[in-house]
């Protein structure tokens, strides 16, 4: 637990969420600012920086976990017109919070590239 981090304190049930999965290693919740209709995250309840900092401790079952949960929310929100999982990594990457999460986005169609 990172007293600094506000995922952190999030999975610490120390700053409100709303919760939509929650398991021994990872959480799902809604972000606070949706840029789709469905707008989730999924992050693991230990704090890792970042997509490459998780890889590099080679915790192989939680980068598994992360898609597998990110993955069913995407299907579960998304239906046949399916979703969107987005991953910023760094300040080149867009990332605003330093605490690895999987970005779920569904329910309108997306374009490409990304800004
Ligand atoms: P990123 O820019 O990829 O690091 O994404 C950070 C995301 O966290 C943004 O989409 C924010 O809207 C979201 N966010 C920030 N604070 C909270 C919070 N307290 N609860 C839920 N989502 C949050
Ligand atoms: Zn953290």
């Known amino acids: 637990m990172n007293q600094d981090c506000i995922f952190c304190r999030i999975a610490g049930g120390q ?4 919760e939509l999965y929650r ?8 972000d606070v600012n949706p840029q789709a209709p469905c707008h989730a995250l999924v992050l693991p ?3 890792h920086d970042n997509i490459a900092t998780l890889v590099e401790a080679g915790d192989g079952a939680t980068t598994g976990k992360l898609f597998e949960v990110a993955s069913r929310l995407g299907r579960e929100r998304g239906g046949e017109n399916g979703f969107r999982l987005v991953i910023n990594t760094g300040s080149n990457g867009g990332q605003t919070v330093n605490h690895l999460h999987v970005h779920v986005l569904a329910g309108r169609p997306m374009t490409w590239p990304p800004g």
Not at 15 to 18: E, L
Not at 23 to 30: G, H, K, N, P, S
């Open 15 to 18: 700053i409100p969420a709303k």
């Open 23 to 30: 398991d021994e290693d990872v959480l799902a919740i809604e």
């Open 45 to 47: 309840l230990q704090h």
